[in-house]
């Protein structure tokens, strides 16, 4: 960290923004708060901005002159915050208004994964209204067993795993009360690992062993109910090979500052296939990014630190940028 960067922002008002609507926002208070703690700690001046819809005064009554986004999901991952921060002028940490937008719609990110030819499983995107015709099932190109998503949520939320065809009609009920439009993919067996992207930099991979074999909201975030293992058990050729992926994927869709790669390398081709990029990754104590930080020798504080000096304005007035 140079000494220039550190003056620049020690005497600013830094504003922890947490929380807002979305189905994530609990999970985002935590990450908030952890965040908040962490730059009190190295003496910045921190204050925690709860998203809502008077976000803008809220940011200018508190003089707020650099913005760490601690939000996740709709309103604070999908570019919304932070083309308000760019019409502000307020530098903010992390991915851009279009790479976030991008990460957070999984049907556009693998429509550009596809396009530079980085493997995802087979997909297709279906709107709400396609579940109530009576030619569903006929419509449906994704072979079973599928997944089925929300196509921009997180945390597993309206997620399911369908391997019956008469399930599959209710499984995207489910992700439609969560979005309009619906992403079905290839369900691929397999080690689900994520990777950690800080500096520009891949961290060491995490294998995530869910104890009742699938990554759930329940699974995420109860204590104990998941293992993780720290490096993964593959071996240093592929877990160079995924590392590299999971770079071209974050570049692909032009992410900036930290972000979290996941993945699965399946256990019939030893292939890995990358399911999303979570540009606003959790940042609690427990979360999979510190953790992979971690392990490569960077402890939360500075992990933190090192965010918030990617703060910057990424699209317009170039006069308003702080390097
Ligand atoms: N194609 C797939 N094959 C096998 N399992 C899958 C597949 N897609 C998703 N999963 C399982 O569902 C979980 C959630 O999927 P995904 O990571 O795409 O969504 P998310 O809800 O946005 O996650 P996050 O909490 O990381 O934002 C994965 O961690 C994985 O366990
Ligand atoms: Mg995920």
């Known amino acids: 960290m140079n000494s220039l960067t550190n003056t620049l922002y020690s005497n600013k008002h830094?504003?922890?923004?947490?929380?807002?609507?979305?189905?994530?926002?609990?999970?985002?208070?935590?990450?908030?708060?952890?965040?908040?703690?962490?730059?009190?700690?190295?003496?910045?001046?921190?204050?925690?901005i709860d998203v809502t819809a008077s976000i803008a005064q809220a940011l200018l009554k508190k003089k707020i002159a650099v913005a760490f986004i601690a939000l996740h999901g709709k309103g604070?991952?999908?570019?919304?915050?932070?083309?308000?921060?760019?019409?502000?002028?307020?530098?903010?940490?992390?991915?851009?208004?279009?790479?976030?937008?991008?990460?957070?719609?999984?049907?556009?990110?693998?429509?550009?994964?596809?396009?530079?030819?980085?493997?995802?499983?087979?997909?297709?995107?279906i709107t709400a209204e396609t579940i109530e015709r009576v030619d569903f099932h006929r419509k449906i190109t994704v072979p079973l067993p599928l997944v089925v998503k929300p196509i921009a949520e997180g945390s597993t939320i309206g997620t399911s795993i369908v391997t019956h065809k008469r399930h599959l009609r209710s499984a995207c009920r489910q992700a439609a009360s969560c979005d309009r439009s619906i992403l079905l993919e290839r369900f691929i067996e397999g080690m689900e690992i994520t990777t950690g992207i800080v500096d520009g930099k891949a961290l060491p991979l995490i294998?995530?062993?869910?104890?009742?074999?699938?990554?759930?909201?329940?699974?995420?975030?109860?204590?104990?109910?998941?293992?993780?293992?720290?490096?993964?058990?593959?071996?240093?050729?592929?877990?160079?090979?995924?590392?590299?992926?999971?770079?071209?994927?974050?570049?692909?869709?032009?992410?900036?500052?930290?972000?979290?790669?996941?993945?699965?390398?399946?256990?019939?081709?030893?292939?890995?296939?990358i399911l999303e990029i979570n540009t606003i990754p959790g940042m609690t104590e427990t979360s999979l990014l510190p953790m992979a930080a971690r392990s490569a020798g960077i402890e939360f504080d500075e992990l933190v630190e090192k965010m918030l000096h990617t703060a910057r304005l990424k699209e317009i007035q170039p006069e308003g940028r702080l390097k």
């Open 76 to 125: 604070g991952e999908d570019g919304t915050i932070q083309g308000t921060l760019e019409m502000l002028h307020i530098p903010y940490t992390g991915s851009g208004v279009l790479a976030s937008a991008l990460a957070m719609h999984k049907g556009m990110t693998k429509i550009i994964l596809r396009y530079h030819r980085i493997p995802t499983a087979d997909f297709q995107v």
């Open 207 to 273: 294998e995530i062993v869910p104890r009742d074999g699938f990554y759930s909201f329940r699974s995420k975030y109860t204590p104990g109910s998941t293992d993780y293992i720290v490096p993964a058990r593959i071996t240093k050729a592929s877990a160079a090979k995924i590392q590299h992926l999971s770079l071209r994927a974050y570049h692909a869709l032009g992410c900036e500052g930290v972000a979290r790669v996941d993945l699965i390398v399946s256990h019939h081709r030893k292939q890995p296939y």
């Open 14 to 48: 830094i504003g922890v923004l947490m929380g807002g609507a979305s189905a994530e926002r609990e999970i985002s208070l935590r990450t908030g708060t952890a965040v908040l703690k962490a730059l009190r700690a190295k003496k910045y001046q921190a204050h925690s």
